[in-house]
Structure formats: C-alpha cells, structure tokens
C-alpha cells in the first residue's frame, strides 16, 4: 500500500511465477518441518500469501473490465465462485488429512507433496514464451494514487533555469501542458497522456507510443480527468488552449503527429 500510493507499476504474473518457482518448490519441500514446530504460524502465512494473490486477481478482474467491456457483475462474480472453490477443495482436503492415515505418513509431509505436484502443474501449463497479446493480459497494473486538487487550484510554472533545462518544450502545445499539468498536479506519466491527448492521439496510439496497454491509457485518462474535473476531450482541450504562459522552444525535437 506504501508503494501503490506514491508510484505507479506493473509485473507480469507469469514470468513472477515462473521466477519463484524454484523458491517455492523448497519452502514447500520444508513445510513438514514448520508445519509440525510452527503450525499456527506456517498456516496463516500461507492464508495470508493467498489473500494476496487473490487481492491481484481482483485488480486483473478490474483491468479486465475497464479494457474489454466485460460486465463486472458476471467478472467478480465467476472469479469469486472460482476463489470459494479453491476455498472449498482446501477445507475438504484438511478434513480428510484429519481422517484417513496416507500410508502412515505425516500431514506436513502429504500437504507438501500435494502443493508441490499442483504448483508444478501449473507450471507446465505456463510453460513456452508468452506472446504480445497473453503478456497484455498477464499483467498486473497498480496506478499510484494521487490527491485530487481543489477547483481553485493556482497556476504554478517553474522559472528555474535548471528546470527548463530538465524539461524541455517543443513548442507552445508542450508549454501549455506543461502548465495545466502542474495546476492540476498530474503525475509524470498523466502528463505525457494530457499532452497526447492534446495533440489527437486516439487511445490505442498512446499506448503504442508510450508502451503501454490500452487499459492502462484508460485508467489514466480516468484519472487525469477527475483531477480536471472534465468529461470530454474538447473540454481538456479548452482548458490546455486556456493555459497562456509561454515559452520559446528549447527542443528540436518535433512533436509527434496525431494519429
């Protein structure tokens, strides 16, 4: 939550899982020590590594909707149904472990064995490269939060000449954008979508340009709209167009065409 409150960031769920396998292949190697010196402790770290994963798979869920238009009601609905299952299976399977007797051997031990053979299951079915299309829909976005300022929010532009130096401008549209930018108190990364936006970029040519997923662009339109306290495009257009300082080119770079 520290993290997610002052920066934005993104990880691929299947790459991370295929990193810590080997970890985790030994730390369930090891349950049947824990387990039997530290049950109370090693069963709610391993509850508490599963709510986590599930808080993950609700942001997916999320991604999911905002990006293909998926109805929430059904999305959060067939992903809690699958949690409850795994839930479920997961009292079943202690009931029987406090049953039957495997072969004479311990619950830590049969516990490890069954969480290793389900953790290298999936595995295979992750397995071979990922594609551009299954890596967009593996990844897990956290957008940083951000305060929204108050309507009578100043107009504040730096005039120190390091910063000028540090941000240089392409022409008086870069300026403007600029500013509206520090009035509203945008991210960096809102800003560079403010300033395609500004210029007639359609959604999927931001994320192209900017590397990014469609849903992502979305998500920070979102955000830098509620911050402007706008609905449509014409109005942030007006309100960049309405922003009059102004500053001579300190670029040569040319701005990049709308598409």
């Known amino acids: 939550m520290a993290l997610w409150?002052?920066?934005?960031?993104?990880?691929?769920?299947i790459q991370?899982?295929?990193?810590?396998?080997p970890f985790l292949l030994c730390l369930f190697a090891a349950i049947p020590l824990f387990a039997t010196a530290l049950p109370q402790i090693t069963y709610g770290i391993a509850y508490g590594i599963f709510s986590l994963l599930v808080s993950i798979g609700m942001v997916q869920c999320c991604q999911t909707c905002k990006r293909d238009g998926v109805s929430p009601l059904f999305m959060f609905?067939?992903?809690?149904?699958?949690?409850?299952?795994?839930?479920?299976?997961?009292?079943?399977?202690s009931s029987i472990l406090k049953t039957y007797a495997f072969f004479g051997q311990s619950h830590g031990f049969v516990i490890a064995l069954s969480a290793m053979f389900v953790t290298s299951l999936v595995f295979y079915l992750v397995r071979g490269d990922l594609d551009s299309k299954t890596t967009a829909?593996?990844?897990?976005?956290?957008?940083?939060?951000s305060h929204v300022p108050d309507s009578d929010s100043r107009l504040v532009v730096?005039?120190?000449?390091?910063?000028?130096l540090r941000n240089p401008y392409w022409d008086r549209l870069a300026k403007q954008c600029a500013n509206t930018a520090a009035r509203f108190r945008l991210t960096a990364r809102e800003a560079e979508v403010l300033e395609l936006l500004a210029r007639g970029n359609t959604v999927p040519a931001i994320a192209e340009s900017l590397v990014i997923s469609t849903g992502t662009v979305q998500t920070h339109c979102k955000r830098l709209y509620a911050k402007m306290g706008i609905h449509k495009k014409q109005e942030l257009i007006d309100i960049v167009r309405a922003s009059t300082d102004?500053?001579?080119?300190?670029?040569?770079?040319k701005p990049p065409k709308p598409r």
């Not at 730096?158 to 000028?164: E, L, Q």
């Open 5 to 13: 409150q002052r920066r934005s960031f993104s990880f691929n769920v």
């Open 16 to 21: 991370v899982f295929r990193s810590l396998f």
């Open 77 to 93: 609905g067939f992903y809690f149904g699958i949690v409850n299952v795994i839930q479920l299976l997961g009292y079943g399977f």
């Open 137 to 145: 829909f593996t990844n897990a976005e956290f957008i940083a939060l």
């Open 158 to 164: 730096s005039t120190n000449p390091r910063d000028a």
């Open 246 to 253: 102004y500053v001579k080119d300190r670029s040569p770079q």
